[in-house]
């Protein structure tokens, strides 16, 4: 995840699985990378941490916030956790209760209110993207419009596999 320019402009370069993205600067200085698979899901970046990663019906299906990665089950959060055992690593998956799954859906509302804000009032700067601002952007604002807030909770992480023809 990006942690200084050099790391958001690979991420704009090189995040072929979100071939619509960009670059927005917000009005104090910080930056926010947002991109877009083939179905709708949208992935944002804010700096390096936190990301949150969405299903394409709105629903929050992953996360990673202060150095910790998050996944859902059930319509649940779950904080995952990786430990070596036996020379083998080993992924364990621990429930948030509910005042912990509250927080993670503050920490995203306190993220995205102010972007929706900056966008909304025009106070933004796009530093870069895949496709013509003319197309990412009101992309961005009716994706904004449309999530719900909070945001619902997935009940799987993985995306639907793409068909192929």
């Given at each position: 995840m990006a942690r200084d320019t050099h790391d958001r402009?690979?991420?704009?370069?090189?995040?072929?699985?979100?071939?619509?993205r960009g670059v927005i600067q917000m009005p104090d200085g910080n930056e926010v990378v947002?991109?877009?698979?083939?179905?709708?899901?949208?992935?944002?970046?804010?700096?390096?941490?936190?990301?949150?990663?969405?299903?394409p019906n709105f629903q929050l299906r992953r996360i990673f916030?202060?150095?910790?990665?998050?996944?859902v089950a059930g319509g649940q959060i779950l904080r995952l956790e990786q430990t070596a055992s036996g020379g083998r690593l080993q992924l364990t998956k621990h429930p948030l209760n509910s005042e912990q799954t509250q927080q993670m859906l503050q920490r995203w509302e306190?993220?995205?209110?102010?972007?929706q804000a900056a966008m909304q009032n025009k106070t933004?700067?796009?530093q870069g993207t895949s496709?013509?601002?003319?197309?990412?952007?009101?992309?961005?604002?009716?994706?904004?419009?449309?999530?719900?807030?909070?945001?619902?909770?997935?009940?799987?992480s993985r995306l639907p596999r793409r068909r192929s023809s």
């Open positions: 402009e690979d991420l704009l370069a090189e995040a072929t699985g979100l071939p619509v947002v991109g877009f698979r083939d179905d709708g899901s949208p992935s944002w970046f804010f700096a390096a941490d936190p990301v949150f990663q969405f299903d916030c202060d150095g910790t990665r998050y996944a306190d993220r995205i209110r102010p972007l933004h700067r796009w496709v013509p601002i003319a197309e990412i952007e009101p992309r961005v604002l009716q994706w904004l419009a449309d999530c719900p807030s909070p945001p619902t909770i997935a009940k799987v």
